[in-house]
């Protein structure tokens, strides 16, 4: 996946970095760097750290994944 900056729009995968297939393991570690990164306790480069927050809040979960997924598929079919 190309790499971007948080607030570029896209999935939350995009967001996250990983892949659709992502196991919740990946996900935890990838969130884990990028907030070593974007968190703004830890760094001044001035980009909302919220969004990939969200991002993982989301994918992490099990039930939300699943809906969100839906809504993927939904938004393709349209």
Known sequence: ????????????????RVEPTAMISEIKTVYRSLAKVYHH??????????????????LSDPKARAVYDMSLVSTRRQ
């Not at 306790?41 to 989301?58: C, K, P, R, V």
């Open 41 to 58: 306790d830890l760094s001044s480069n001035g980009w909302d750290f919220t969004e990939i927050h969200n991002a993982y809040e989301t």
């Open 1 to 16: 996946m190309p790499l971007m900056a948080p607030g570029m729009g896209g999935s939350l995968y995009e967001v996250l």
